[in-house]
């Protein structure tokens, strides 16, 4: 496994990596949209970082870390070009209760083995399955997940050194009330409306950018008491410290961290895997998701090794990269550097930054990711899939991505089933040598191998019968259990069953399984077997 780790990362450095270069070229304008795109990241990058990691119960800097590390190699490695990575609220909600328990040593070491994870899975061609995600369940994320980003700010409206860690994990402290509540509400308002109206001005600068340098100016030329970035914690340190995890190689450990790095890898992967679709979506690429995960896979190695608490795609910071115009990877390198700049060099003057400037920034990524045009259709699509959208809408909310995106597509799949179930159905003639011939449409499966069942007429069928599945589909191993099931009864009945117009496919599944042991002629060119005689002795291996 570790030679086809080394031979990943491999292949992928030895490749050119045109997602640097545009199809415009890399020009000066390019490169300066690209640039401005990352420190605008980098910037909202930073209290988030922090807040994630008090919310996991770690140091400020393991935030930091995580949010520089796996950034700059999901910038270089990843799937998609615009993508930024960093950590997350989602999996530091699932960090709390191991780092509560076991301290942070163990969690360093869940994040490399939830790494190993992810890479096995990439290797694996494992991100492919993403394309099984229905688009209900698409919407219920990015409506769900813009709801998260919106709470998650409500922690700035508190008076700073009030917020303290819950058992859960979750924040309490006290709100701001009178004129600080005001000044905070109207400078937010303030950051919202320039990034509205600074693309009808100028694009020169990206419009986040522009809103975080008015207001920060205005705060700081008039000395406005207002919560600041260093209000949450000093970002000031050094370069992220090579440091092996200090736990147990033991069976034990592997018992404490194996089910928390599962649900991490499970979580990251999926949360980057349907960012990687929506920035497609909107920058008109596809594929890239095995690539995606050995990245996020390897960034998070990386991070369990230098002190970070491993992190996964942010449709947040990944919305403010695209929107401002970034379509290569120069932005998320960018992006991971200017913050490693912010912690060693200038974490004084970002410190300054006042949080109603950033909020301002994350709200307007709410409004831009929630789907406005899901509650319009609600009324117009299938209930199901008004259903799923809520329900995976909420879950996100309530629990976590990966339960919602797991639970809508189980939601999704079980209405498919059934809807496909009721469309089991035959058209029955009489042939002139007195044969009854049944002309089964729609899918045999598991969910409609009991309407199968019902459509026979046993005892009043006359002595030959022919089941035509020409309009059908044989699916699976009930579906042939069900076919088998029909010509016992016909066998007992003393009467014969014939099969007709088997696909090639329906008849290898059969022969494979043992149930139709004859030889066939399939039509070359229409894909149809001939007819298949079934009599005694030749289904269910009587």
Known sequence: MKRAILAAFANRLAMPDLSLMPKEGLTVARLRIELLAGLTVALAL???AVAFAFVAGVHPLVGLYAAFMVGLVTALFGGRPGMISGATGALAVVMVALVAQHGVEYLFATVVLMGILQVFAG??????????????????????????????QMGQFKVPGSVVKTAEGMSAGTWLTGMPLFLMLGLTVLTMAIIWVMPRISRSVPAPLAGIGIVAALVIGFGLDVPRVGDMASIQGGLPPFHIPEVPLDWETLQIILPYAVILAAIGLIESLLTLNLVGDMTGERGGASQECIAQGGANILTGFFGGMGG??????????????ARTRISGIAAALFLLIFILFAS????????????????????????????????KVPLTDAFVILLVTVVTVMEDLAVAVVVGVIVSALAYAWNNARRIHATNQMTEDGAKVYAIEGPLFFGSSDGFTELFDVGGDPEKVIVDFKL???????????IEAVAGKYEMAG????????????????????????DSDDDPDYQIAADYEVRTG????H
């Open 123 to 152: 290797i694996m061609q494992w991100g492919k399955f993403i394309r099984l995600v229905p688009h209900p369940v698409m919407l219920g994320f990015v409506n769900g997940l813009a709801i998260v980003i919106f709470l998650a």
């Open 472 to 482: 059908s589909r044989v699916v699976d191993q009930s579906a042939l259990q069900a």
């Open 312 to 325: 996964c795609a942010m449709i947040g910071q990944s919305m403010i990269n695209v929107k401002s115009g």
């Open 348 to 379: 004084g003057l970002i410190e300054l930054i006042p949080l109603a400037a950033l909020v301002g920034v994350m709200f307007m990524v709410v409004i831009g990711t929630f789907a406005w045009n899901s509650l319009t259709i609600l009324r």
């Open 538 to 541: 030749i289904l269910g291996g």
């Open 46 to 48: 930073v209290p988030e």
């Open 495 to 518: 009467k014969s069953i014939q099969l007709r117009h088997l696909s090639r496919d329906c008849h290898k599944l059969l022969n494979k399984a043992g149930h139709l042991m004859v």
